[in-house]
């Protein structure tokens, strides 16, 4: 009796490429992640400027500092209660870095799982210093808004406390014997700047510039705009440190 040797199986035609296993959708996809990150930055880079802007009143008169700060908590009234506006942006703003914060997160998990085999010897990326330090930029800029908020917003850590003047918390906030509290201000604010200009960039990207003339139109209106931003923020605590506002 004659045995069938041949497998059940059908063979595999010599030279037939084996099929590649479709790979699952990711939601969001990056490109909506990537908007998600541009969006919500250029919302608190408006704020940001914004917000800048109004702390050099200060160099026109305490007192026009003050009621620029009680003109703040007075927006929106009487259709919203006292200050009610002003917590209204807080979260709004808390729920910007949230979504960037998160978007960033995802995209860069993405990234590693796409490379999941590290090499022996791999060549170092080029990039900029911006781009390298946006992890420990964004930690710094989340425990500075912290700071920010308890200090001069609420007065909890500040000497002046929070039933205070805004102009008082400022100037006693940044008094030369909390030069520490001034320090970190300062280099929360280059990171925010450093930030700034590798975001501004990035943004540029995603919204589809690729040619080489517009990346560096891009780069230079990021620095311009972050070099201006820094200096803007830096110059209030600078200015009452060494007592040009007092």
Do not use: C
């Not at 541009?38 to 408006?46: D, E, Q, Y």
Request: aromatic content about 10%; glycine content about 8%; charged content about 15%.
């Amino acid at each position: 009796m004659a045995v069938d040797t041949t497998s059940s199986k059908a063979s595999k035609p010599a030279g037939a490429a084996t099929p590649v296993p479709a790979r699952k959708k990711q939601r969001p996809s990056s490109v909506v992640l990537k908007l998600i990150m541009a969006a919500s930055g250029t919302l608190l880079v408006l704020f940001l400027f914004a917000h800048a802007a109004g702390n050099l009143k200060i160099f026109v008169g305490l007192p026009d500092f003050d009621h620029y700060a009680e003109w703040l908590r007075e927006l929106g009234t009487p259709l919203l209660p006292h200050a009610w506006f002003l917590w209204i942006q807080r979260f709004g703003l808390l729920a910007a870095i949230g979504l960037h914060i998160w978007a960033a997160t995802v995209l860069t998990i993405r990234a590693k799982k796409a490379r999941p085999v590290k090499y022996a010897h791999r060549p170092k990326v080029q990039g900029s210093y911006a781009a390298r330090t946006m992890r420990w930029g964004g930690v710094i800029i989340v425990l500075f808004v912290i700071w920010h908020i308890l200090d001069l917003t609420l007065g909890v850590v500040n000497p002046a406390t929070g039933d205070s003047d805004a102009s008082q918390r400022v100037v006693q906030g940044f008094d030369p014997e909390r030069w520490y509290v001034t320090l970190f201000y300062v280099l929360a604010v280059v990171a925010v700047g450093f930030h700034l200009r590798h975001g501004i960039w990035s943004a540029v990207r995603t919204m589809g510039q690729q040619t080489t003339k517009g990346e560096r139109r891009a780069k230079a209106i990021a620095l311009v705009l972050s070099v201006v931003l820094v200096a803007m923020y830096l110059s209030v605590p600078i200015a009452v440190t060494f007592g040009l506002v007092k």
